[in-house]
T-cell receptor, first 117, second 114 residues
Framework: DAGVTQSPTHLIKTRGQHVTLRCSPISGHKSVSWYQQVLGQGPQFIFQ???????GRGNFPDRFSARQFPNYSSELNVNALLLGDSALYLC????????????????FGSGTRLTVV | AQSVTQPDIHITVSEGASLELRCNYSYGATPYLFWYVQSPGQGLQLLLK??????LVQGIKGFEAEFKRSQSSFNLRKPSVHWSDAAEYFCAVVNPNTGNQFYFGTGTSLTVIP
């Protein structure tokens, strides 16, 4: 199986710009979650999508949005970038929602390193 | 609300020595518990998980963890550390009822010296 694929791997943006990060889940996985990992911290939950619907949202401003496509891939969008948005953005996919986690296979991608200057 | 505490920011051990990384969680019942490892610039790799049952769980790479309900702890152990174990280790919990998100600790950085 191919793993969770994230693109791009690195990018540099300027304050105030917009960015789109992409995630392709493992084949057959229908749920995608996004996490932000600031340097020196653990990952923090941003969104979860399942079957193209938002199933969970973390404590992030409205500048952060996401969507899931019919092929279960996902995009994370961040508007009006701030220096504090610099982080590693991780995508994780699972077969079902985590409420069925006992059947769990929850796999993280290698992330997109976003630097805002 | 759920939370995870990893009291040790950084640990240094000698190769071949034993290792224990501490994890304490805050949750009203028993959450699902996980340990992940992250090498520099990489994503997270699952080491082991606990849902229910036997409180001592075995994982990959020779790691094990013990769930202690009375102490709200889920400490990670390895009897003999290898240089390749140097990495960042994260403990995480999930609410079994909602299961929508992982709550991660701040991580413990492990350095292995020859």
């Amino acid at each position: 199986d191919a793993g969770v694929t994230q693109s791009p791997t690195h990018l540099i943006k300027t304050r105030g710009q917009h960015v789109t990060l992409r995630c392709s889940p493992i084949s057959g996985h229908k749920s995608v979650s996004w996490y932000q990992q600031v340097l020196g911290q653990g990952p923090q939950f941003i969104f979860q999508y399942y079957e193209k619907e938002e199933r969970g949202r973390g404590n992030f401003p409205d500048r952060f949005s996401a969507r899931q496509f019919p092929n279960y891939s996902s995009e994370l969008n961040v508007n009006a970038l701030l220096l504090g948005d610099s982080a590693l953005y991780l995508c994780a996919s699972s077969y079902r929602t985590a409420s069925q986690i006992s059947n769990y296979r929850y796999t993280f991608g290698s992330g997109t390193r976003l630097t805002v200057v | 609300a759920q939370s995870v505490t990893q009291p040790d920011i950084h640990i240094t051990v000698s190769e071949g020595a034993s290792l224990e990384l501490r994890c304490n969680y805050s949750y009203g019942a028993t959450p699902y518990l996980f340990w992940y490892v992250q090498s520099p610039g990489q994503g997270l790799q699952l080491l082991l998980k606990y849902f229910s049952g036997d409180t001592l769980v075995q994982g990959i790479k020779g790691f094990e963890a013990e769930f202690k309900r009375s102490q709200s702890s889920f400490n990670l152990r390895k009897p003999s550390v290898h240089w390749s174990d140097a990495a960042e280790y994260f403990c995480a919990v999930v609410n079994p009822n909602t299961g929508n998100q992982f709550y991660f600790g701040t991580g413990t950085s492990l350095t292995v010296i020859p």
